[in-house]
């Protein structure tokens, strides 16, 4: 390694001309693990005969206090991660057990996942996510999207060059499937070669970093993407805005939405008419279901289905005499006066009113 290289060696993300793989990270954690123990660390090299990297440390650490040990022990062990981005190894497989299949498990902290063969890699990304957003992570193109899949996240990070399966099939492949097409993907890679990034968003990915890249530019990348995610207002109101917005969606998603109007409208009738019921007539599992539909309606699936018996029975209101717990039962509701509360809280004015 030339000389001129050296002190750069030990900043986080540096890579010496004609470096091959790793991301740069390796040296920056030895230097902060050798600081932490108040040591130092050099490196030393002869261009052509390779480098050695030196690690003096004092043989005492002044007011190290041995019971300590004991306390800091479940912090190491959970992997939690101090200011200086030092932590513990999680694995991917560790990860995985983290995640829940609660529906609302990303009510408040949005589920992100990391997609990186490189360990290091994940653990500064999730050092950086992990105060706002739930983590999930995976070690190649194919296990993430397994997890993709089975999780839907809000968002994914994903790598480009990777084993198994790289970055830019997962995301082909991550945009084809119904259950995964509205999850936006930021793709991260060592090169910046136009010709990638073409091929990247030929892909559907929907924003690109290039490695280096700073904490805050990821946060705000992201927080870009979830804020401009489109939200439907209505899909039961056959307004002229309603088809206006679904054509906005892509090709998937309009079909998905078509379809769960159809199954909505021909089951809401069935008061024992369930969310498992209505995610196997759309071929989604129950935390698929809701997780799309939240991302794309901003309303839960319970919610979507009551909001559906309610338009219905507005339109039966004005159009038929049939009276109010006639109307009730029709659309699916077992109580006239919760039908009510229901019809007030939704359109202002109870079902008498209306007519």
Do not use: W
């Amino acid at each position: 390694m030339a000389k001129d290289e050296l002190p750069r060696l030990f900043e986080r993300f540096y890579q010496a001309r004609g470096a091959e793989g790793g991301t740069g990270i390796g040296l920056s954690l030895v230097k902060a693990f050798v600081e932490l123990h108040k040591g130092e660390v050099h490196a030393e090299s002869e261009e052509g005969k390779g480098v050695t990297i030196v690690v003096s440390l004092p043989d005492s650490q002044p007011g190290y206090d041995p019971a300590k040990d004991v306390e800091e022990k479940p912090k190491a062990e959970a992997g939690l991660i101090d200011d200086n981005y030092v932590a513990t190894n999680i694995s991917a497989k560790e990860s995985a057990e983290r995640i829940t299949n609660a529906e609302d498990f990303d009510h408040d902290r949005p589920l992100v996942l990391i997609i990186d063969d490189n360990n290091g890699m994940r653990t500064y990304l999730r050092s950086i996510l992990k105060d706002k957003y739930n983590i999930s992570e995976a070690a190649n193109g194919k296990e993430g999207l397994e997890k993709a899949r089975r999780e839907v996240p809000k968002l994914v990070i994903c790598d480009v060059m990777m084993p198994v399966m790289d970055g830019l099939e997962f995301t082909r492949q991550l945009k084809a499937d119904t259950a995964t097409c509205h999850i936006p993907v930021i793709l991260l890679t060592a090169r910046s070669l136009t010709e990638q990034r073409e091929e990247g968003y030929g892909t559907g990915a929907d924003s690109y970093l290039t490695k280096p890249f700073s904490g805050s530019v990821l946060l705000a990348r992201i927080d870009n993407l979830l804020r401009s995610r489109f939200t439907l207002r209505s899909i039961f109101s056959g307004s002229t805005e309603e088809k206006e917005e679904e054509k906005s969606l892509n090709t998937l998603d309009q079909t998905f939405i078509g379809r769960l109007r159809e199954v909505m409208q021909k089951n809401m009738g069935d008061s024992e008419y369930s969310v498992e019921r209505l995610g196997a007539d759309v071929g989604l599992s129950r935390v698929q279901l809701y997780r799309k539909v939240k991302a794309l309606t901003g309303q839960t699936p319970v919610e979507l289905l009551r909001k559906a018996r309610l338009e219905k029975a507005k339109k039966l209101l004005l159009k038929t005499e049939r009276s109010v717990a006639e109307i009730a039962y029709e659309v699916g509701f077992t109580s006239p006066s919760y039908f009510n509360k229901c019809f007030k809280d939704e359109f202002g004015m109870s079902p008498g009113e209306s007519r």
